[in-house]
């Protein structure tokens, strides 16, 4: 007797058993995987592991990614992809410029540009009142910078005889990158004494920046070769460039061996004013939607800023505890908007 009632009882738990492991994985979520573009910039969040186990455990989501400049990736993507995710809203105007159409668009994440260049350098800019320095955050007036840019003064005219050539701001280039394009319109606007660039203002405006982007010669397709060759070949090569403020913050994060080597030497300077890049991701597919959701969860925002400098809806306003950069701004205050996608337009035709 007693043995018929465990073996009832054994029967009834396999019964329960097979009944719930076919109903977990009836329910199970599948895997899913989206591919699309972004900017080399954001290699290093969608590369790390914590990025990656964090998507596949809350959302079964593979984030594949092929590297693209912002805006060569809204003029020339594939059709067979889930997403674009450049650099700025200026990229997502172009988008819609011409022609395309997405599923769904919402701005990820910010980041401010900013220059960077060396002790040396910064120093010599502050003794001619072009840069500053308030506590230990450092800043740079860009019509006075843009002027000596304009008047082809060299380094030598400023006191740094070590260095070569004409004071010029190298960048990537402006039709192809978003830190170049966003560039572009930071100089455009201080060459035009910081004030809003109409149609009317072109036609001189124009002509100086020719005359800038011809001096500076070949530019770079990606914001991150940019910033390495910054920190490879040193302060004669690159004086200045132009970039993320991410970048500097990831760095120091990713490389911290590295860091601890450059950090006194690099600095990091906001432009007066600056403009934000707003990385926005643009959902082409129903599956490129799901990659939307999951970067807008609050781990992964929080992620971005702590981890890649990424400044979110989460973190990254009056915080810079997470990072070893002395002279991080937290609240940037000086902000310009971008000239108008028509001007813009004219502008990058210019430097072409």
Same mark, same amino acid.
């Given at each position: 007797?007693?043995?018929?009632?465990?073996?009832?009882?054994?029967?009834? +738990?396999?019964?329960?058993?097979?009944?719930?492991?076919?109903?977990?994985?009836?329910?199970?979520?599948?895997?899913?995987?989206?591919?699309?573009?972004?900017?080399?910039?954001?290699?290093?969040? +969608?590369?790390?592991?914590?990025?990656?186990?964090?998507?596949?455990?809350?959302?079964?989501?593979?984030?594949?990614?092929?590297?693209?400049?912002?805006?060569?990736?809204?003029?020339? #993507?594939?059709?067979?992809?889930?997403?674009?995710?450049? /650099?700025?809203?200026?990229?997502?105007?172009?988008? *819609?410029?011409?022609?395309? /159409?997405? *599923?769904?668009?919402?701005?990820?994440?910010?980041?401010?540009?900013?220059?960077?260049?060396?002790?040396?350098?910064?120093?010599?800019?502050?003794?001619?009142?072009?840069?500053?320095?308030?506590?230990?955050? #450092?800043?740079?007036?860009? +019509?006075?910078?843009?002027?000596?840019?304009?008047?082809?003064?060299?380094?030598?005219?400023?006191?740094?005889?070590?260095?070569?050539?004409?004071?010029?701001?190298?960048?990537?280039?402006?039709?192809?990158?978003?830190?170049?394009?966003?560039?572009?319109?930071?100089?455009?606007?201080? =060459?035009?004494?910081?004030?809003? =660039?109409?149609? /009317?203002?072109?036609?001189?405006?124009?002509?100086?920046?020719?005359?800038?982007?011809?001096?500076?010669?070949?530019?770079?397709?990606?914001?991150?070769? !940019?910033?390495?060759?910054?920190? @490879?070949?040193?302060?004669?090569? #690159?004086?200045?460039?132009?970039?993320?403020?991410?970048?500097?913050?990831?760095?120091?994060?990713?490389?911290?061996? !590295?860091?601890?080597?450059?950090?006194?030497?690099?600095?990091?300077?906001?432009?007066?004013?600056?403009?934000?890049?707003?990385?926005? #991701?643009?959902?082409?597919?129903?599956?490129?939607?799901?990659?939307?959701?999951?970067?807008?969860?609050?781990?992964?925002?929080?992620?971005?800023?702590?981890?890649?400098?990424? @400044?979110?809806? +989460?973190?990254?306003?009056?915080?810079?505890?997470?990072?070893?950069?002395?002279? =991080?701004?937290?609240?940037?205050?000086?902000?310009?908007?971008?000239?108008?996608?028509?001007? !813009?337009?004219?502008?990058?035709?210019?430097?072409?």
């Amino acid at each position: 007797m007693k043995k018929r009632i465990w073996g009832l009882l054994v029967l009834i +738990v396999v019964i329960v058993a097979s009944g719930l492991y076919y109903f977990m994985d009836k329910n199970k979520k599948e895997e899913v995987s989206i591919t699309g573009l972004i900017g080399g910039e954001k290699i290093g969040l +969608v590369e790390s592991d914590n990025f990656k186990d964090t998507l596949m455990e809350k959302y079964k989501l593979n984030f594949d990614y092929k590297k693209d400049g912002s805006l060569d990736m809204v003029e020339n #993507y594939p059709a067979d992809i889930d997403y674009l995710f450049p /650099s700025s809203e200026l990229a997502l105007e172009l988008f *819609k410029h011409l022609g395309g /159409s997405a *599923k769904q668009s919402e701005i990820v994440f910010n980041t401010p540009i900013v220059l960077y260049s060396r002790k040396l350098v910064v120093d010599g800019l502050i003794k001619e009142g072009i840069a500053s320095k308030e506590g230990d955050v #450092y800043y740079v007036d860009m +019509v006075k910078l843009a002027s000596l840019m304009k008047e082809e003064k060299t380094w030598a005219d400023i006191g740094l005889n070590d260095l070569y050539g004409r004071i010029l701001v190298d960048t990537t280039d402006p039709n192809k990158s978003n830190s170049g394009n966003m560039f572009l319109g930071l100089l455009a606007n201080a =060459l035009n004494g910081n004030k809003s =660039l109409r149609n /009317s203002d072109l036609t001189k405006l124009k002509e100086d920046l020719k005359n800038i982007y011809g001096a500076i010669g070949y530019m770079q397709g990606s914001s991150s070769d !940019m910033f390495n060759q910054f920190l @490879r070949q040193g302060v004669g090569a #690159y004086p200045i460039i132009a970039g993320y403020e991410s970048q500097l913050l990831e760095f120091s994060k990713t490389d911290k061996e !590295m860091f601890e080597k450059i950090k006194d030497d690099v600095i990091m300077l906001y432009p007066k004013p600056t403009v934000y890049s707003s990385h926005v #991701y643009i959902a082409l597919t129903d599956k490129g939607k799901l990659g939307l959701l999951s970067l807008m969860d609050s781990k992964v925002q929080k992620m971005a800023w702590e981890e890649h400098g990424f @400044r979110t809806v +989460v973190a990254g306003s009056e915080d810079k505890d997470s990072f070893d950069v002395k002279n =991080l701004d937290p609240v940037v205050k000086q902000v310009m908007s971008m000239p108008r996608l028509d001007i !813009m337009l004219e502008l990058m035709k210019a430097v072409e």
